[in-house]
């Protein structure tokens, strides 16, 4: 089992930027995605940022367009996985959630661990 923990949301204002970071509870193998959802009140849930591992290294990294060029996704060596958000905009505001898919072979990416969620507000 693979149990993922947010941190770094909170308040915000417009043009500033925060870090989230993700912290992965144990190794994950050499075949796997990562990636960064949001859910805005009222709205569905959204995939914003995601990466595909395979064989060790990044096959790709995806954006959704709201967020290209302002957000950026990336993994350090100690299991844990951020994500950079600048230029922030009021309707950035939202719950992020981390994700994971585990032993992936394809690289069709299908998230089936996630994590609690942290609030990012911006104001």
């Known amino acids: 089992h693979v149990q993922l923990v947010e941190s770094g949301g909170g308040l915000a204002q417009p043009g500033g930027s925060l870090t989230l970071s993700c912290t992965i509870s144990r190794a994950i193998g050499e075949h796997y995605c990562m990636g960064w959802f949001r859910q805005a009140p009222g709205k569905w849930r959204e995939g914003i940022a995601g990466f595909y591992s395979g064989s060790g290294r990044t096959v790709y990294t995806r954006y959704a367009d709201s967020v290209k060029g302002r957000f950026t996704i990336s993994q350090d060596a100690t299991n844990t996985v951020n994500l950079q958000l600048n230029i922030l905009k009021a309707e950035d505001t939202a719950i992020y959630y981390c994700?994971?898919?585990?032993?992936?072979?394809?690289?069709?990416?299908?998230?089936?661990?996630w994590g609690q969620g942290t609030q990012v507000t911006v104001s």
């Open positions: 994700a994971a898919d585990v032993g992936v072979m394809s690289g069709d990416c299908r998230p089936n661990y």
